[in-house]
């Protein structure tokens, strides 16, 4: 009988630690638990004010990727009106023939015109001999 107390004893005592254990643990738990609560909602308010952040900056990047549209359009119609570097190339090409013309063109001009005003000088018999010839060489 004796041994069938101390079994019930230390039955029991078992029980009552396990309880004891089961309630002080849970308590450990509860205030675990309730630390991590407070963790997490702190965790929650910085990433939401964080991402309110970045929603401004959502909001300022929608305002660039508007301005760069406009940019691209802007440049897209420049592209189609400018002229090309050949182009310009050509042009001046051009004008610079041109431009090399009428000076032989005026050079031959005015050579003509010095050279029917020494005939008729010479025909006039306006110049001497020597004055004409002179002349005459500077035209050749």
Same mark, same amino acid.
């Given at each position: 009988?004796?041994?069938?107390?101390?079994?019930?004893?230390?039955y029991f005592c078992a029980l009552y630690?396990?309880?004891?254990?089961?309630?002080?643990? $849970?308590?450990? !738990?509860?205030?675990?638990?309730?630390? =991590? @609560? %407070? /963790?997490?909602?702190?965790? $929650?308010?910085? !990433?939401?004010?964080?991402?309110?952040? =970045? @929603? %401004? /900056?959502?909001?300022?990047?929608?305002?660039?990727?508007?301005?760069?549209?406009?940019?691209e359009s802007d440049i897209k119609v420049?592209?189609?009106?400018?002229?090309?570097?050949?182009?310009?190339?050509?042009?001046?090409?051009?004008?610079?023939?041109?431009?090399?013309?009428?000076?032989?063109?005026?050079?031959?001009?005015?050579?003509?015109?010095?050279?029917?005003?020494?005939?008729?000088?010479?025909?006039?018999?306006?110049?001497?001999?020597?004055?004409?010839?002179q002349l005459e060489e500077m035209l050749?």
């Amino acid at each position: 009988m004796q041994l069938v107390i101390q079994i019930i004893d230390r039955y029991f005592c078992a029980l009552y630690n396990s309880f004891y254990m089961d309630t002080e643990l $849970k308590q450990q !738990f509860k205030k675990i638990d309730k630390n =991590f @609560d %407070d /963790v997490l909602q702190a965790v $929650k308010v910085g !990433f939401d004010e964080v991402y309110g952040r =970045f @929603d %401004d /900056v959502y909001d300022k990047f929608d305002g660039v990727y508007d301005r760069l549209d406009k940019v691209e359009s802007d440049i897209k119609v420049i592209k189609g009106t400018m002229p090309t570097k050949e182009y310009i190339d050509d042009k001046l090409a051009d004008l610079g023939a041109e431009i090399g013309r009428r000076i032989n063109r005026a050079y031959e001009e005015q050579r003509l015109f010095a050279v029917k005003l020494v005939e008729f000088l010479k025909a006039d018999r306006a110049l001497k001999k020597d004055h004409v010839e002179q002349l005459e060489e500077m035209l050749a």
